[in-house]
């Protein structure tokens, strides 16, 4: 089983490219991003270490972290992000571990994808057998964004500031896809990159 690392800004098609290692592949999708949002849930593993750095205030009437209370802390504040990373990347990448583990031990799945714009920032990339870096030009992916998401141009300025920029995605993996739209195109790309991952010592 070769667990392979999706990383990338916002916007490249990350999970457009964990989408073709499902179906054309039979990879099996290891979703950080959920697994951080169940844990801030209540009774969830990050949720108490949360909610004692932040204070009540970032509670919604039910007691559930508001994660839009909480986005609007964390972007105006970086010393506030970083320790809202500590408080959450350690169990994520424990729960990942866990699920690496008991997938390997059944043997089920050829590839395991773990998708994070966070890749270097989390650790997640020491688990991972290799890591893929999808690349789209900053310009598209602002379009994406604004036409997908409807995100406003101070929105996307304020998380392409906070992401790694893409010298240092480079710098870091050697092996990239390009997305600029053309489905085959990324399809050819992934099929390279497995031949590459299969065959090539």
């Known amino acids: ?24 592949h039979g990879a099996y999708f290891l979703n950080t991003d959920q697994i951080a949002k169940e844990q801030m849930e209540v ?8 909610v004692d750095y932040f204070g009540h205030s970032i509670l919604a009437e039910d007691g559930s972290i508001d994660r839009e209370k909480l986005s609007k802390i964390v972007f105006k504040d970086e010393e506030k ?15 990942v571990q866990g699920e690496l583990a008991a997938l390997r031990k059944s043997g089920e799945f050829p590839y395991v994808i773990i998708e994070t714009a966070l890749m270097i920032e989390a650790g997640f990339d020491f688990i991972c057998d290799e ?8 310009e ?17 300025d304020s998380i392409f500031e906070k992401q790694s ?19 085959h195109d ?5 099929e390279e990159l497995i031949f590459l991952t299969n065959f090539v010592k």
């Not at 890591?131 to 900053?138: D, G, I, K, R, S």
């Open 81 to 95: 992000l970083q320790k809202l990373n500590d408080l959450t990347h350690p169990q994520v990448l424990e729960a």
């Open 1 to 24: 089983m070769k667990v392979i690392g999706i990383t990338g800004g916002i916007g490249s098609g990350k999970s457009l490219v964990a989408k073709i290692m499902m179906d054309m």
């Open 165 to 183: 920029k893409e010298e240092e995605f480079r710098k870091r993996f050697s092996k990239v896809i390009t997305n600029v739209g053309d489905i």
């Open 43 to 50: 009774g969830g593993t990050s949720y108490a270490g949360v």
């Open 140 to 156: 598209i992916r602002r379009q994406r964004l604004k036409r997908e998401r409807n995100y406003s141009d101070q929105k996307i």
């Open 186 to 190: 990324i399809e050819q790309q992934v």
């Open 131 to 138: 890591v893929w870096y999808v690349y789209a030009p900053e």
